[in-house]
């Protein structure tokens, strides 16, 4: 368990950009440190992410409302929700609706392409797409919390310390994209610690922050951070990874 608690605030405060929805709940932050490109891709990577895209693979935009010369791609968090939106699109829009299909991409490769499309005035946007299961789940964790994709945390003890996962010789915190997955954890803790049992906590923040925090952020917490598939991703990756 690592002591510290500064990590979840980090994320809270930093400021929302590029191609991300705004959530009211996050403010400007002012001491700015940014991890390397490379370190977050490699950690964004390993979440699969679903785009819907023409037979040529290039994504399905819409013009935003307020300003139509910018262009906006949905990146849908679960496969079955990518899959729906087609069906829809299929029965209002049979036309364009034959044209398209559900395309996995990994998180990593969508932050580099809105990386690449950030400085271009006509460039795409990604949109996150939450699964509603966990906007619902997060709205009664966080009252403060409003839109974005949430991701659970654990903390426990008298200062609040982080819940952590090894592999190998290091200690990551783990952010689920599932509060149930969170919740194996705590169970685990509280077996394992009987007597912090009652100060567990389950913290709500939004992937959106979290990336802005990893772009800008200066806690050294940050170099800690997994990202933990939802169970659907992991089935997901199970299924299409190569037998060896």
Do not use: H
């Amino acid at each position: 368990m690592l002591k510290k608690k500064s990590l979840v605030n980090t994320i809270r405060n930093a400021s929302i950009v590029g191609a991300t929805v705004v959530s009211c709940w996050l403010a400007p932050m002012g001491k700015l440190l940014a991890l390397p490109q490379e370190v977050i891709v490699e950690k964004l990577q390993s979440i699969p992410v679903f785009t819907v895209a023409d037979e040529q693979g290039a994504p399905l935009v819409a013009t935003n409302g307020e300003n139509q010369n910018q262009r906006v791609a949905g990146v849908f968090i679960s496969k079955a929700d990518a899959n729906n939106f087609v069906q829809q699109l299929r029965q209002s829009n049979p036309e364009l609706g034959g044209q398209v299909q559900v395309i996995p991409v990994s998180l990593g490769e969508v932050y580099e392409m809105a990386e690449a499309n950030a400085n271009q005035p006509d460039g795409i946007r990604f949109a996150y797409v939450p699964r509603q299961a966990d906007v619902e789940q997060a709205r009664r964790l966080n009252s403060e919390y409003r839109s974005g994709v949430p991701l659970f945390v654990a903390t426990a003890g008298d200062d609040q310390g982080y819940l952590t996962v090894r592999q190998g010789n290091q200690e990551f915190i783990p952010f689920f994209f599932e509060e149930s997955q969170v919740r194996e954890l705590v169970e685990g803790f509280k077996q394992s610690q009987p007597d912090m049992a009652d100060s567990v906590q389950i913290e709500v923040v939004v992937l959106e922050g979290m990336i802005s925090a990893l772009e800008q952020g200066d806690d050294e917490l940050l170099e800690r951070i997994m990202l933990w598939p939802s169970q659907e991703s992991i089935q997901f990756i199970r299924e299409n990874t190569p037998q060896q």
